[in-house]
């Protein structure tokens, strides 16, 4: 078993109550800062640390037998990705639940006791997530995400709002039951993406996803996998990650979209696809990121269609919501819109 951490004197070997799932590549800067903020938690359970080090190739395993030389470290002979990564944390975790928190993320004192006294006053227990703060700054990132349309994440900021459309895996609390029976991530995703999947398929199956009110985690937002922050104003990304992120947002949507609204979903996608492809290699000057990313995603969705099906087919033969009630935690506006009248076009790297 991992490291047993926690404010009372507890003994390796205790059953932990949760499980923190760290999946690291390459983060020998990042995982002391991780690490330490699960060790200094105050609560009064037992918590187990299990890595994930996905052939990193910096000096994180050194790291961690030195400085962590009791935590249980999971070993990859091979990069294999973010949802091969944490399926296999989880089929060793021995906790009642789970927190996957990345390797760039550091919580709160109180955020394992806030996250497991929220979750035991639900009567139906589903995903939690705790506010998210800039590293840096300190500034509210988010309460979680609604989903525009296009299956855009977009920051929920309302202190109010309790219920969220998905909550981001850089900090996601779930049962290791339910889990289980959602059967992880889907690890054809490879990155990006995998946790609005699983957290629409919860909501499909009538559970709950939600924040809480109090405590946090601040987060180098885009340093474990690059990209997907700001930097001098400008949104900054990188070419795997718009990539990944296009194809498997069109994954979740055709998997999870509720059937009448469906066909309408899939054209409309493909239409932005090649639209919002144009009209950034015009704008940026580079004609490969058209190919390259937008209709990358789009052949890359024909030609997994199979498997998108065979998935899709499984989640909905067990959806016990409406459609307009799944819908509900949906915003009208488009996120990539506002993103370009506030920011510009995007810098790909």
């Known amino acids: 078993m991992g490291l047993v951490a926690g404010k009372s004197a507890m003994t390796v070997g205790a059953q932990p109550v949760c499980t923190v799932c760290i999946a690291n590549y390459n983060g020998e ?23 994930h080090d996905d052939a990193s190739t910096d000096r994180s395993l050194d790291l961690l037998a030195t400085r962590y030389p009791n ?32 390797n760039d993320a550091a919580l709160a004192p109180d955020a394992l006791s806030t996250l ?55 900090c996601l609390w779930i049962p290791r039951w339910l889990w289980n029976d959602l059967g992880g991530f889907p690890e054809w995703f490879d990155s990006i993406a995998e946790d609005m999947q ?22 180098r937002q885009g340093k474990s996998f690059g990209g997907n922050r700001l930097a001098q104003g400008k949104l900054v990304s990188t070419q795997r ?59 890359d969705a024909i030609k997994n269609r199979n498997k998108i099906f065979v998935e899709r087919k499984k989640i909905q033969r067990f959806r016990s919501i409406s459609t307009l009630r799944y819908l509900r935690q949906f915003t009208a506006t488009p996120q990539k819109l506002k993103l370009l009248m506030k920011y510009g076009p995007p810098k790909i790297r």
């Not at 800067?29 to 890595?51: G, K, Y």
Request: glycine share 6%; proline share 5%; charged share 20%.
């Open 241 to 299: 990650r718009r990539k990944l992120s296009e194809r498997n947002k069109v994954f979740v949507m055709t998997i999870c979209t509720p059937t009448p609204f469906l066909p309408i979903a899939i054209l409309s996608a493909f239409l932005t696809l090649i639209t919002e492809g144009v009209l950034l290699s015009l704008l940026i000057g580079n004609r490969k990121i058209f190919h390259d990313i937008y209709l990358a995603a789009i052949i």
């Open 71 to 102: 935590i249980k470290v999971i070993r990859s002979v091979s990069n294999v990705g973010f949802c091969i990564s944490n399926n296999r944390m989880v089929a060793e975790a021995l906790g009642e639940f789970i927190l996957l928190l990345n």
């Open 29 to 51: 800067s990042l995982l002391s800062d991780c690490i330490d903020s699960v060790l200094q938690q105050e609560c009064d359970f037992s918590v187990e640390i299990i890595v």
């Open 198 to 219: 699983l957290c629409c398929h919860a909501r499909l199956a009538g559970y709950p996803i939600s924040v809480t009110p109090g405590s946090g985690y601040k987060h």
């Open 116 to 170: 497991y006294e929220h979750a035991s006053q639900q009567s139906n227990q589903g995903i939690l997530t705790l506010p998210q703060y800039d590293w840096e700054s300190g500034e509210l990132i988010d309460r979680g995400c609604l989903l525009d349309p296009f299956y855009n994440p977009v920051p929920n900021k309302d202190e109010a709002r309790r219920e969220v459309a998905m909550v981001i895996g850089a």
